[in-house]
């Protein structure tokens, strides 16, 4: 009782200073002693005094005065609480044992669930009983991490049926109770390692090991993988984790290394520390096994970074060993070399061999996709894989979604296959058979980037993942009435309406990239104005829906284009040879683009970025354009330029 009127007082002494009461010597006649504490009494009579002036009737003013006047705050009231004894001292030990009871009862009920390792419960489930009972209140290394590798399992199994873990999904794991504690224990642990340094000679004391927190190098792979699992981002964590793995390199094996780097490029992190001690661990190797060739190879490319002699090297141990692989990993390292546009005819005949004897054992959709894309990338036309894969395509036809059948016709269209009852089979989905004109597409794409305001700024209307659609189907619809075989009762075709809907849209995109990609086209009109005297029209529409990049069309109806093959339109990894050879996209458009502006009539002519380089004189620049031009056009050209170019040659 004594402790509670104590702090009341100090509450009174702090607010007569809040309210106007200031202290002061000369108040003893204004505050009447007549509380039983007549000693503290005048110690406020001599330390107070009253802004609200003295009482008109000269009457002295008590506390009581001053508490019903609400000029000071009411003292406590306990008669109210049930759980105070004003004869007692409150029994701090009954509260402790009453505590520890509870909590033993919540980790009674939480050994029912997890007391078992063996038994795995589904990602859905485990949420769940993490919301309601939450975790363990006092958690160990080896407990974090136990219940970390239950989210990853759940996980595991999860994407193993849907094949993506949905944007919702993650959003209720990361607002998890259970999971955040998790989070929270791994952090507080890194925390303390970075914080206290240990000398060398006193790291291999067992008083100080069993004091830190001790991480077992499995331990971290599994924190990066539930982390790029589960697409949690959190600045601090990730970078002590990061550190961490910086300064046990040593202790870490080239596999952990790979598994590591590959999770940190999922969580688009930098880790080049990490990048730079595997590269060279594997070059001072003389042997490395396939399957760790295979991971490495992974690793490197998903952080984009790619040297032609690691490559090589890979690429000489993933060969000794290529008959120990399976089919499903002879697919994956053909799509990770082709992804680092590595060049090399021997390596792939090899690869594409092996695969080639194992098909019979190849029954999954997504890597019958990743085969076909990796031949399209490379432009590769091996007849036997395109016939399978066009097979197994159209037999589990209903395995494969809208966009990725929209990727599926483009990608046989860039190697020249049109098998018919499967492209009859894409152009005849739901989905193409209304195609939307450009006013609810403009709405489609305003309501897909209504959250991105920064997107907005620079495009009146971004792009969605409904143009990618259409702009696929309408490069393979436009190449298979060109190319294919089948006649013209047997070909598929469009509404006008539809067609005309895709035409538009394609032509929307196409007048986006042509001044956001590259600013070379602009430059090279102004010479061709400037020095030439040659006014072209940059991004000039077809009438068959192609953007020719310039175009030029004289009073006699002549009409010349020149496409131009900036530097993205070539491989930008590849560095097997320089200049890079062209993309199979660029390829493939220049193709099928060239073919059907000639038939209209047209006269078309290339310019390559690597005969026109940024960094090349002013007058080598000037050459190469005026080389580019036909004949009728050199003509229009100044006297003085076309002598100083035929000169130069």
Aim: proline fraction near 3%; aromatic fraction near 12%; glycine fraction near 2%.
């Amino acid at each position: 009782m004594h402790i509670y009127f104590s702090l009341y007082l100090v509450l009174i002494i702090t607010s007569l200073d809040v309210i106007g009461v200031k202290f002061s010597d000369n108040i003893a006649t204004f505050i009447s002693p007549s509380y039983h504490n007549t000693q503290l009494c005048n110690l406020f009579a001599k330390r107070v005094k009253i802004r609200h002036g003295i009482p008109s009737d000269g009457k002295k003013f008590t506390l009581e005065d001053l508490i019903q006047q609400n000029i000071l705050p009411q003292p406590p009231v306990f008669d109210n609480d049930p759980g105070y004894n004003r004869f007692h001292k409150i029994d701090y030990k009954s509260l402790a044992r009453k505590h520890l009871k509870l909590e033993q009862q919540r980790i009674a009920r939480l050994d029912q669930y997890f007391n078992d390792s063996s038994k795995q419960y589904t990602l859905t489930e485990l949420l769940n009983i993490l919301n309601e009972h939450g975790i363990y209140p006092y958690m160990s290394i080896s407990t974090t991490i136990e219940m970390l590798n239950r989210f990853k399992y759940a996980i595991h199994n999860y994407i193993s049926v849907n094949n993506y873990l949905c944007d919702e999904l993650v959003d209720l794991i990361h607002k998890n109770r259970g999971f955040l504690r998790i989070i929270g224990s791994i952090r507080r642990c890194m925390k303390i390692l970075k914080r206290v340094i240990v000398r060398e000679a006193l790291l291999d004391d067992p008083k100080i090991k069993k004091s830190l927190p001790q991480f077992k190098n499995s331990d971290i792979v599994d924190i990066f993988e539930v982390l790029s699992l589960t697409r949690y981002k959190n600045d601090i964590l990730i970078t002590l984790l990061i550190n961490y793995v910086e300064d046990h390199l040593k202790n870490f094996t080239i596999n952990q290394l790979c598994n590591i780097v590959y999770h940190i490029s999922k969580l688009k992190y930098s880790a080049i520390g990490i990048v730079k001690n595997l590269t060279s661990r594997v070059t001072e190797l003389t042997h490395l096994s396939p399957h760790d060739s295979l991971l490495v190879s992974e690793a490197l490319v998903s952080f984009d970074y790619v040297q032609k002699d690691v490559f090589d090297k890979l690429a000489d141990d993933i060969l000794n060993g290529i008959e120990d692989f399976e089919v499903k990993e002879l697919i994956r390292l053909f799509k990770t070399f082709t992804s680092a546009e590595y060049i090399n005819d021997d390596f792939y005949t090899r690869v594409t061999e092996a695969i080639s004897n194992n098909l019979d054992k190849l029954d999954t959709a997504s890597y019958v996709m990743d085969l076909l894309s990796s031949l399209s990338h490379m432009n590769m036309k091996i007849s036997h894989l395109l016939d399978f894969i066009s097979v197994y395509i159209n037999t589990n036809f209903s395995s494969f979604s809208p966009t990725q059948l929209a990727s599926i016709s483009k990608y046989l269209a860039m190697l020249h296959c049109y098998p018919k009852e499967l492209f009859k089979k894409i152009f005849s989905l739901p989905i193409f058979s209304v195609i939307p004109d450009m006013e609810v597409m403009n709405h489609i794409r305003m309501g897909y980037h209504k959250n991105n305001s920064y997107t907005a700024y620079l495009h009146k209307y971004p792009f969605c993942e409904l143009d990618k659609l259409y702009n696929k189907i309408f490069i393979a619809y436009k190449s298979y009435h060109l190319e294919s075989s089948a006649t013209d009762k047997d070909q598929f075709k469009f509404t006008e309406k539809n067609e005309r809907n895709l035409r538009d849209i394609f032509l929307y995109q196409s007048r986006e990239k042509i001044f956001t990609s590259s600013s070379i086209h602009l430059e090279i009109a102004d010479i061709y104005r400037n020095q030439f005297n040659i006014n072209f029209h940059v991004g000039f529409p077809s009438d068959e829906g192609f953007l020719i990049d310039l175009a030029y069309v004289t009073d006699d109806g002549d009409k010349f284009a020149i496409k131009v093959n900036g530097p993205f339109h070539f491989m930008q990894r590849c560095l097997s040879q320089i200049p890079p050879p062209l993309t199979a996209s660029s390829m493939f458009k220049e193709r099928y683009v060239n073919v059907l502006l000639k038939k209209m009539g047209w006269i078309v002519s290339n310019i390559n970025y690597w005969d026109y380089a940024t960094w090349f004189p002013f007058e080598k620049k000037k050459c190469t354009l005026f080389n580019a031009l036909p004949d009728k056009l050199k003509e229009l050209c100044n006297k003085n330029v076309v002598e100083t170019c035929n000169t130069a040659k």
